[in-house]
């Protein structure tokens, strides 16, 4: 059991350049998020869908924009990279949004470093 | 909207000490709440967690109990070892159909 799983793991990228993080998994969860992580900062949420159609902006979605392919994938996409953006990027899932009692899966994270 | 305060790291301490990370919160209504674990190079794993007043969550020898009155759910461990030396982030869920609010994580670093 995968559970939820990131690609890639290290990406540097220059800036200006675009990319697209994926997030697959494989637990038959409803809902899936973005989160940033900065030293200092902790985990900040950038997008997140509650089911598959429907996605909504979190703490910090400019620069970023997002896909729910189906139930199982969720990417994030840079358009145009800032070195403000280089960043560790965790996917999550939960089983359903409206779910209080249930926490997240996260993946392993992807490294980005932005030059 | 919701928030969560926890204490600053890192905490530094040797084998077998006593444990404490303070993690209180503002929100609306009764949230359910978590604490994460991070490990070196690993994304969040789930600790334990908490759904209703006077709860006590517990996993790995890690406790924290739902404090309704002072709005907190501090973490605690008797005996730490070097192998429970990570990040720890509280988090209390938000209201239905928001996303988990994290706090911005407690360092801590266990020497034998």
């Known amino acids: 059991n995968a559970g939820v799983t990131q690609t890639p793991k290290f990406q540097v990228l220059k800036t200006g350049q675009s990319m697209t993080l994926q997030c697959a998994q494989d637990?038959?969860?409803?809902?899936m998020y973005w989160y940033r992580q900065d030293p200092g900062m902790g985990l900040r949420l950038i997008y997140y869908?509650?089911?598959?159609?429907?996605?909504d902006k979190g703490e910090v979605p400019n620069g970023y924009n997002v896909s729910r392919l189906n139930k199982r994938e969720f990417s994030l996409r840079l358009e145009s990279a800032a070195p403000s953006q280089t960043s560790v990027y965790f996917c999550a899932s939960r089983l359903r949004e409206l779910d209080v009692n249930y926490g997240y899966t996260f993946g392993s994270g992807t490294r980005l470093t932005v030059v | 909207g919701n928030s969560v305060t926890q204490m600053e790291g890192p905490v530094t301490l040797s084998e077998e000490a006593f444990l404490t990370i303070n993690c209180t919160y503002t929100a609306t209504g009764y949230p359910s709440l978590f604490w994460y674990v991070q490990y070196p190079g690993e994304g969040l794993q789930l600790l334990l967690k908490?759904?209703?007043?006077?709860d006590k969550g517990s996993n790995k020898g890690f406790e924290a109990t739902y404090r309704k009155e002072t709005t907190s759910f501090h973490l605690e461990k008797g005996s730490v070892q070097v192998s429970d030396s990570a990040v720890y982030f509280c988090a209390p869920r938000g209201q239905a159909g928001t996303a988990l609010i994290f706090g911005k994580g407690t360092t801590l670093s266990v020497s034998s």
């Open positions: 637990m038959n969860h409803n809902s």
């Open positions: 908490a759904t209703k007043a006077d």
């Open positions: 869908s509650a089911s598959e159609g429907t996605t």
